[in-house]
């Protein structure tokens, strides 16, 4: 398999913590009384998950598996303020759901280019003992520690975008028929499961119009518990608009090849049942009209079918005629997917997630830097400092 392309991840992440605020009171000639002068400490870098249309792929996260934040800067005499530590946005491509990786957790969805998710938030600066100068406490000798740091291992998950997704068993012709609609080059031969990856192609339309087809990797009964390439590209179909199923002509039985397809779907996801579905009958030159007409009456009644031939371009342009009307309907525009009601597994344990999730985590025992070392609770527990 192709490992450029990675759709799951896990990496361990760490915002910043606050810096210390300053007890310092101020002593120079000429200003013998200068009470206090501590000043803040820096808020700690947070944790954001971006969405950006420039990667297909997690790869780039592949190897780095911890992420850490800065932590603030301690406060500095004369009311110095400590730095804050610089924020880390972890660009994703649209499409990316983001679990714990210890409770399978829905943590956040990214979907859309520039869409920023706090993930981690840093923790806040302590204050100086300047801010809780008072009358009858004008020389007070304390200050705030800052907030510690928030951690968490986090799981990775893209489920592509697209308008069409192909789906069917290994050599039903999805390959064949992306390559012939679009400029996409997926890998093409005459064995099952040539496609091992994921593609997308941009599938022009009229007037200049286009729309966006993914094939996915073919489909075996069993998929839904695992069987053949399973769970992990079923997800994947999730973000479909429109479901295009292929199913050849030379099948034995066609009605029973598509509702193997869509038992599948149904057990992985019930909701995928309420997408749009067009049914294409593949390889259709191998047979002539009058197989067709006697094949059509066995064909389900609830999609639109048609018969294409990706070789010989055979109802091509029928089919893009009803997939353009199909994505374009105001019932289809309805069934649109949202982060709020068609995430599947949202709730479900580790022990139910794929198998990925059950090898060991990164190295959590990060060492501390000198400084700050104490766990603060709340920013209420003063850490009192005698004056010297």
């Not at 280019?113 to 923790?123: H, N, S």
């Not at 489920?159 to 992306?178: C, E, H, I, Q, Y």
Request: aromatic content about 8%; some cysteine; charged content about 30%.
């Amino acid at each position: 398999m192709d490992s450029n392309f990675v759709d799951y991840v896990k990496i361990y992440c760490r915002s910043g913590k606050g810096g210390r605020g300053s007890m310092h009171l101020r002593h120079v000639k000429y200003q013998p009384n200068g009470g206090p002068d501590g000043g803040d400490g820096g808020r700690g870098g947070s944790i954001y998950l971006r969405g950006n249309h420039n990667y297909w792929t997690l790869l780039h996260l592949k190897y780095q598996r911890h992420i850490f934040a800065e932590h603030g800067g301690n406060g500095g005499r004369d009311k110095c303020h400590g730095t804050d530590g610089k924020d880390v946005f972890i660009d994703v491509p649209c499409g990316t759901v983001c679990y714990n990786a210890e409770t399978g957790k829905y943590i956040c969805d990214v979907t859309y280019d520039g869409q920023e998710v706090l993930l981690l938030k840093g923790g806040r600066g302590g204050l100086g003992n300047f801010q809780f100068r008072t009358s009858t406490n004008q020389t007070p000798r304390y200050a705030q520690p800052g907030e510690p740091m928030e951690e968490m291992t986090v799981i990775l998950e893209l489920k592509l975008l697209a308008d069409v997704g192909l789906v069917g068993f290994p050599n039903a012709g999805k390959s064949t028929l992306l390559s012939s609609l679009s400029s996409a080059k997926p890998k093409i031969a005459n064995y099952p499961f040539t496609t091992l990856e994921p593609s997308l192609g941009i599938v022009e339309y009229r007037n200049r119009q286009s729309f966006v087809m993914a094939d996915i990797p073919g489909i075996i009964e069993g998929a839904s518990e695992g069987k053949g390439l399973g769970l992990r590209f079923l997800r994947h179909i999730e973000r479909n608009s429109l479901l295009l199923f292929m199913i050849p002509s030379d099948a034995d039985d066609i009605r029973h090849e598509y509702d193997v397809l869509l038992g599948e779907l149904r057990n992985f996801n019930p909701e995928m049942l309420d997408k749009h579905r067009v049914l294409a009958i593949t390889k259709s030159d191998l047979i002539d009209e009058e197989l067709m007409a006697l094949l059509r009456p066995t064909l389900p009644d609830d999609v639109p079918c048609v018969f294409i031939s990706a070789v010989t371009g055979q109802g091509l342009s029928e089919l893009k005629d009803i997939l353009w009307k199909e994505l374009n309907s105001e019932s289809n525009k309805l069934q649109e997917i949202t982060a709020e009601d068609t995430l599947v597994h949202r709730d479900k344990d580790l022990a139910e997630l794929p198998e990925e999730l059950k090898e060991e985590l990164p190295d959590n025992d990060i060492e501390e830097e000198d400084g700050n070392q104490d766990d603060i609770e709340d920013l209420n527990d003063f850490e009192y400092i005698d004056d010297e």
